[in-house]
């Protein structure tokens, strides 16, 4: 007897995966970019830690979303350029960082050591611009140094630091939160400061850099706030042509949950929390559709993740890492693909060491968190065209709606079908029956995470080994698969 049934429906198409939607963020915050990618004594020939590069190389990161966060719209770029010794320390006004867990920043990572660790991961680089405290003139500076190939003044202070080609940053952030610490704007207000923001960063398109740069303005979770923006940014004289290439929001969940002490109910909640995604996804694209058309303006979220009560300001918002954690990215990651017609990017906050992070590091130690192996096993969803799948699944009753216990999303290429599929019932396996609508299936392969562990399971660096893929059996009858799920884990079924 089965619990779930999966039908994936193969000529059903969604939309291209944009392998953006697996994409990451590092913020000058805590020991993310000090300790975590910088690092003194494990440091490379190039400053970089070698044992998170190896993580992240492996894991071909598509795009990173730098330097903030709150912290972008107090950073002034220029701060971060030129010989290190030369280079300012200036206060972090949101973050205590590094190791020693202060308020300020040194300046020894800037502009050029990120684009040159994106080069190295053969990431695409996304910078968020300062809004809050800075101007349009700093903005298209920043344009200008980063990619610009003539005869300026900052292009050449580009080449004398060390990158004689421009680096053709395409996506470029108007600001971060600036409905709250990006300058506490309504939506009217930061509508306008984005017009101005866009018309000095989006002209550099026309005649001084060659690659279409994609701008990216902030919206909210309160979808009210979003409709408000773009309705007043929409009355600008350009109608529907204003350079607004994509709309974002953060969604953060578990934020009233402790990690030590939380019981199988929150565990509900949190994952119910998670899956909110969908609905914010669904919202953003509606107040976008209200103005113009989420064709044309596509659907970033870029920060999502946990976030417990342990990671705190002043601690560098760190927190254990669980395959709780994990397995609500895996649920995410679903919603995500489902929703590939309207989004264009997402990232996971943070890369290393700060909230839901991928990689930890602790002295001379790096190692892969629960999520990394989540976002491993999905990797071959990117570029992909998702397809449409319903789920008859169980559902626990919360006190404010329900907790599907299965979920799933599929995609297709040349080769098969690659189907991702959750088990977040934390107390029960869940057998469950796989079909492709239309078309027997006698064979596939299958691998599992997070079988044995417990959801509240968190990982150092001892026993990071042992929350990788293991193999899952798969039976076939009658044209159609079947999986047994053990509680709190995350599978994919690959159909050739
Ligand atoms: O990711 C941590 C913080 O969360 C970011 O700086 C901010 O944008 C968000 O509130």
Redesign the pocket.
Known sequence: MTDAAITVHTGARIDRIAPELHGHFA?H?GRCIYDGVRHDETADDEGFREDVFALLAALELPVLRWP????ADDYHWEDGVGPRAERPRRRNL?WAQGRRKLPEEPNAFGTDEFLRLCERLDAEPYLAVNVGSGDPQEAADWVEYCNYGGDTDLADRRRANGHEEPYGVRYWGLG??NW??GGQMSPEQYAREYRRFATYVGTMDNLMVEEELELVACGFENHEWNRRFMAEVAESSWGVEFPLDHLTL?HYYGRGMSVAEADGDQYDRFLADALAMDDHVRRIAAAIDATASTRDVGVVVD?WGAWHTEARAESG?EQPGTVLDALAAAAVLDVFTRHSDVMTMANI??TVNV?QCLVETDGDDAWARPTYHVFDLYAPHQGNEAVRTSVETPARSLADGDLPLVGASASTDDDGTYVTVTNLDCRDSRVVDLALAGRPVEDATAQVLFDGHDPDATVDADNADTFGPEELAVSADDGRLTVDLPPATAAAVSVR
């Open positions: 913020e915050l903030g966060g709150c912290f949101f971060n939160e709250g610490c953060h920060e918002l906050a943070q909230l």
